[in-house]
């Protein structure tokens, strides 16, 4: 039982325009979103997060949106620049208990120069 | 500085072996985790400590099994290992307090049985 799903395992993108990758969950108890970005043979890197309070959350070329009514949400990058090449895994949270990240099954973004 | 360190990083053993996978953090974190990516890249969890208490144990296969000898170590042992054990294992710690946030992770080990 997948809660947390990526439906695009890749995604092509220009550089220099708007990288858009999106995530659904079904646990409507997650109550805090995040984003990690994962180079080969690495660990993922934290790159941006969202509380269910908030509907977007911006950190420089990097904006998360949140829409809880469709348990949806998508992460924004602009402008795509070649380093953003990477595995983006989108993770949920239940902040209360025994926390752990739920993760979805990622999205391989690639930036064509 | 290496924040989660993982050692080693690569292993190739064959089927049937007993091998064991050490994680180590810096950061002052009180938790620490093991995930695991499958062939299909999907992440998942597989065991948590908090101070050396075992709070999550996700329905793993009692072949594998995680020990924590103080906050700042988490060593996962795996006994009779099988193909399906293939795959790449990351060790990650976070703050308690911290809810939501704070999880940094290892690099990760690339298990190959054959």
């Known amino acids: 039982d997948q809660q947390v799903k990526q439906n695009s395992p890749s995604l092509s993108v220009q550089e220099g325009r708007i990288s858009i990758l999106n995530c659904d969950y079904t646990?409507?108890?997650?109550?805090?979103f995040l984003w990690y970005k994962k180079y080969p043979a690495e660990g993922p890197t934290f790159l941006i997060s969202?509380?269910?309070?908030?509907d977007k959350n911006e950190d420089g070329r990097f904006t998360v949106f949140l829409n809880k009514s469709a348990k949806h949400l998508s992460l924004h990058i602009v402008p795509s620049q070649p380093g953003d090449s990477a595995v983006y895994f989108c993770?949920?949270?239940?902040?209360?208990?025994?926390?752990?990240?739920?993760f979805g099954t990622g999205t391989r973004l690639t930036i064509i120069p | 500085d290496t924040a989660v360190s993982q050692t080693p990083k690569y292993l190739v053993t064959q089927m049937g072996n007993d091998k064991s996978i050490k994680c180590e953090q810096n950061?002052?974190?009180?938790?620490m985790y093991w995930y695991k990516q499958d062939s299909k890249k999907f992440l998942k969890i597989m065991f948590s400590?908090?101070?050396?208490?075992?709070?999550i144990n996700e329905t793993v296969p009692n072949r594998f099994s995680p020990k924590s000898p103080d906050k700042a170590h988490l060593n996962l042992h795996i006994n009779s290992l099988e193909l399906g054990d293939s795959a790449v294992y990351f060790c990650?710690?976070?703050?308690?307090?911290?809810?939501?946030?704070?999880?940094?992770f290892g690099s990760g080990t690339r298990l190959t049985v054959v």
């Open positions: 990650a710690s976070r703050l308690a307090s911290q809810r939501g946030y704070g999880y940094t």
């Open positions: 646990n409507s108890m997650f109550d805090y």
């Open positions: 969202i509380s269910s309070i908030k």
């Open positions: 993770a949920a949270v239940v902040r209360f208990g025994n926390e752990k990240l739920t």
């Open positions: 950061l002052g974190h009180d938790t």
């Open positions: 400590y908090n101070n050396k208490e075992l709070i």
